[in-house]
């Protein structure tokens, strides 16, 4: 059974940083794209990064510059990596994984407060 389980949400403060993780099972991580997914309250759920199996990533306008996204395939894990955090990022984050069926965490919570 395929499961996706994130850790690392929480609380902290504007410009601060967080590291999310998504720990894959059931599943050999590195054969498929991946991403980070996020929705706000009262908005629709959008693309935050992705993640290609060769290692090409690509990232939403309002994160480039800072949040990484990144893998360790031998621990089927998946990661963000979160810097200068802004109260406009506080959402739910999803982790996600493409294969010929989409995948979802059961989402994480982000809260940064001003």
């Known amino acids: 059974q395929v499961q996706l389980v994130e850790s690392g949400g929480g609380l902290v403060q504007a410009g601060g940083s967080l590291r999310l993780s998504c720990a894959a099972s059931?599943?050999?991580?590195?054969?498929?794209?991946v991403g980070w997914y996020r929705q706000a309250p009262g908005k629709q759920r959008e693309v935050v990064a992705t993640l290609t199996r060769d290692g090409r990533s690509n990232y939403a306008d309002s994160v480039k510059g800072r949040f990484t996204i990144s893998r360790d395939n031998p621990k089927n894990t998946l990661f963000l990596h979160m810097n200068s955090l802004k109260p406009e990022d506080t959402a739910v984050y999803y982790c996600?994984?493409?294969?010929?069926?989409?995948?979802w965490g059961q989402g994480t919570q982000i809260t940064v407060s001003s």
């Open positions: 059931g599943i050999i991580f590195s054969r498929y794209g």
């Open positions: 996600h994984l493409r294969t010929n069926y989409d995948y």
